[in-house]
């Protein structure tokens, strides 16, 4: 995919917007005269931008969903001293997209990939526990598996929102769990197991290759229930897998989101699950407000309102 007009290139002076972006919002809104208009946030790897469709917005929008990569012939405005898309033709791209060109919608990540991934490497190589080090192994094992854990984002649009988000999210909860087990107590290799598989239901819920979207499978069941698939399917590959410890890393991936509400079945019952789910609220939490904060700033110390959180965050360096 050639995209050449970033949103950091958009300017009231542009005569016309022809290109590739993604959309990360869509609203159906209705003007006074009841006619129908969308609002799409469009997005690409140096930012946001908002465009409105006018007119024929009901044809339009049957053409393109909330996660599509999308064609789009748009005209810069600027509205309320900020700038907007009039946008005139918007629909999915009928070209193939690779987890190459996803680069162009998403800012990554400061760390590099191969430097996760021996850092991952390196801790599964440190366990202690032989059932969980096989059982990890066995994951690695699994080309399919494995190279999507590494190239997924972690979610669709509040943390870790690009290629080897997942594995980027994983592996911080997973170091910083080892270290608070280390200066509070609970058992290491359980924490590190537990911190690397809790999201791994991600790779069956999502799909990037059609626009970092759920996929029907993923909307019908969720990455929890997945997640203790994947983690029965890679023990029915272990000879001796205890089943005692394969109750404690499911009760892990069940219990990780902390409460009913928040999508758990369980709330977590013992230390190193409690461990678990804090760190993974904390880290996603904290990569949410940064992400936001770097596309999402009202002035040069302010955010705008984070719908999620609830909340502007400050700037204060």
């Known amino acids: 995919m050639n995209k050449k007009v970033f949103v950091r290139d958009i300017s009231k002076t542009i005569k ?23 609002v799409v946030n469009l997005k690409d790897s140096t930012g946001t931008i908002e465009g409105r469709i006018w007119d024929r917005a009901k044809e339009l929008g049957r053409y393109f969903d909330e996660g599509d990569v999308v064609a789009v012939t748009a005209t810069p405005k600027e509205y309320n001293n900020k ?64 190279d999507r854990f590494f190239s997924y984002p972690a979610s669709t649009g509040v943390h870790h929102v690009h290629p080897g988000g997942l594995l980027e999210h994983s592996l911080s909860v997973a170091k910083m769990s080892a270290a608070v087990s280390e200066l509070i107590g609970g058992d290491r290799d359980i924490v590190i197991t537990g911190s690397i598989l809790h999201d791994v239901g991600k790779i069956e819920e999502l799909d990037m290759l059609k626009g970092f979207k759920f996929t029907d499978r993923g909307r019908l069941l969720g990455h929890i229930t997945l997640g203790v698939m994947l983690l029965e399917d890679l023990i029915r590959r272990i000879d001796g897998f205890p089943s005692s410890l394969a109750d404690v890393l499911t009760h892990i991936i069940v219990s990780h989101h902390g409460l009913e509400q928040w999508g758990s ?32 700033m009202a002035d040069d110390r302010w955010s705008e309102f984070h719908r999620l959180y609830e909340a502007k965050f400050f700037k204060i360096s």
């Open 16 to 38: 016309e917007v022809k290109d590739h972006f993604i959309v990360a919002g869509k609203g159906n809104y209705t003007k006074k005269n009841g006619e129908m208009y969308i």
């Open 83 to 146: 700038l907007q898309l009039t946008v005139t033709d918007i629909r999915k791209t009928g070209e193939d997209v690779t987890a190459d060109d996803f680069a162009h919608f998403f800012s990554g990540s400061d760390k590099k990939p191969d430097q996760m991934k021996s850092e991952y490497f390196t801790m599964v190589e440190g366990l202690t526990n032989d059932h969980l080090k096989r059982l990890l192994n066995a994951f690695n094992s699994d080309k399919p598996l494995l």
């Open 265 to 296: 079945p369980k709330k977590p019952m013992f230390a190193e699950a409690l461990i678990v789910h804090y760190l993974d609220n904390l880290d996603s939490r904290v990569m949410g407000v940064r992400e936001h904060m770097r596309d999402n």
